[in-house]
């Protein structure tokens, strides 16, 4: 007897075609989560051509290292020792002073002061500054293909040496440092030496610069050295200015030039006696320089009036004298401005408590002409209340009309003015590097 089915052949089909429209209806609703791949996340095919290289090969044995780092300043002896010892070797100086200068900066990573090694190697922060100066100059010179055999020089003190150095271009210091060397130059020569290549390109416009060489150190100093012939008071200090010069030269050309200014000074009198500005109360111009006052081992103190304040700021400005050993200055009176100036020759000779400086606004004033005063600049003017008898040649302060003035004696004797003091220097300010070229271009 056959089973009897419940459910009828046609149900079967009829379910199985339901399942099949309700998964198509489903399929239709439901989106894709991707449909195709993004333009931006496509793969793009590499040729072969653009594969970056392979490293180079290595030594066997050895791996390829892309980066190195820096070698160490220290020193390999040094480098083992720790904080302690390494302030040991700074205490005791053990080696030479460039490589246990290395040893001074990486102290202060170990949380030292300048102060604190001071204190613990007896080292002062400025000669602390000036090993790790020096040694960066002796490092300069190192890389610049310097003579070693000229470089051995500084190893014993040439700290002192090298650190004067250290304002100069690398080419100016491979020069200055054989200079120093040749001509076995102290610190204060060494000085001298760097600030005058360091000085002589900013000197285009100054009278007889073309005739010294940039390249020659010795040719830079000689130019100074010339320069500070012309700026003198007295006729010794031009020549031993001059002399000096002719010592340091090294060029032909500027060699010349130096001595035909020598042979000027040295046969000059009879022309000075003939020039109309030239008296025995010739009045100095003189230029001051940066650090000048500070390097002056004597210096005057003087108060300052104005021009405009006529002849009540001169006869009120106090009347100053130094006592004791110590050179104490005392003034009778107070006062708001003062200058301080070196104790050049014509202001050592004023009378007590006759000094004054009167400040003008501009030289061109001024009775006569020097060098270069067709261009606005002010000056002060030193005067000593003390010699107040005009004479023909002499130059005066005197009382005009809305201030002060200078005039030449002659012309007081003809109309008959009195006046307030003789002046005995006129002092310009110091240049301007910035502003001198501006100005000299207007010049030209």
Not at 26 to 51: C, F, N, Y
Not at 391 to 403: A, D, H, N, P, T
Request: with cysteine; net charge negative; charged share 30%.
């Amino acid at each position: 007897m056959a089973a009897l089915s419940l459910t009828p052949s046609n149900l079967s089909h009829v379910s199985s075609s339901r399942h099949r429209r309700h998964n198509v209806l489903l399929l239709g609703r439901i989106r894709p989560l991707v449909t195709s791949t993004p333009k931006s996340t496509r793969l793009k095919q590499i040729s072969a051509g653009k594969l970056p290289f392979s490293p180079p090969p290595s030594p066997p044995g050895e791996l390829y290292q892309p980066f190195r780092p820096p070698p160490s300043p220290i020193p390999p002896k040094y480098r083992s020792l720790d904080p302690a010892e390494r302030l040991e070797v700074l205490r005791n100086r053990l080696g030479l002073w460039y490589e246990y200068a290395s040893l001074i900066p990486p102290l202060s990573q170990e949380g030292f002061t300048p102060a604190s090694v001071e204190e613990l190697t007896g080292i002062s922060g400025v000669e602390q500054n000036c090993l790790i100066v020096a040694a960066q100059v002796r490092d300069s010179l190192q890389s610049s293909k310097f003579d070693p055999d000229l470089l051995a020089y500084f190893d014993s003190g040439g700290s002192e040496l090298l650190y004067e150095l250290r304002l100069l271009s690398a080419s100016q210091r491979v020069a200055a440092a054989r200079q120093v060397v040749e001509g076995r130059l102290d610190a204060k020569a060494a000085q001298e030496l760097a600030r005058a290549m360091k000085d002589f390109p900013r000197r285009q416009s100054d009278d007889g610069w073309d005739s010294f060489s940039r390249e020659s150190p010795g040719d830079c100093l000689a130019f100074s050295y010339f320069r500070q012939s012309r700026e003198a008071i007295s006729d010794s200090e031009r020549r031993v200015a001059l002399e000096k010069a002719l010592e340091a030269v090294e060029t032909e050309v500027a060699r010349k030039r130096l001595e035909q200014e020598l042979e000027k000074k040295a046969g000059g009198a009879d022309a000075e006696e003939a020039a109309d500005e030239v008296s025995k109360y010739s009045v100095p111009v003189v230029r001051m320089k940066y650090g000048e006052v500070a390097e002056a081992t004597s210096v005057v103190v003087l108060p300052v009036s104005e021009a405009g304040e006529g002849d009540e700021g001169v006869a009120t400005a106090p009347a100053c004298r130094t006592d004791g050993d110590f050179g104490v200055l005392t003034a009778d009176k107070a006062w708001r401005r003062w200058v301080v100036l070196p104790r050049w020759d014509p202001l050592a000779v004023i009378g007590e408590g006759g000094a004054v400086a009167v400040g003008f606004p501009d030289a061109r004033v001024l009775p006569w002409r020097t060098n270069r005063w067709e261009r606005e600049e002010p000056v002060l003017v030193v005067a000593d209340r003390t010699r107040k008898v005009v004479e023909e040649e002499g130059f005066y302060l005197v009382s005009r009309v809305g201030g002060m003035a200078v005039e030449r004696g002659s012309k007081l004797l003809e109309m008959d003015v009195e006046a307030l003091g003789t002046v005995v220097l006129v002092v310009r300010p110091p240049k301007d590097e910035f502003d001198d070229q501006l100005q000299d271009e207007d010049w030209d």
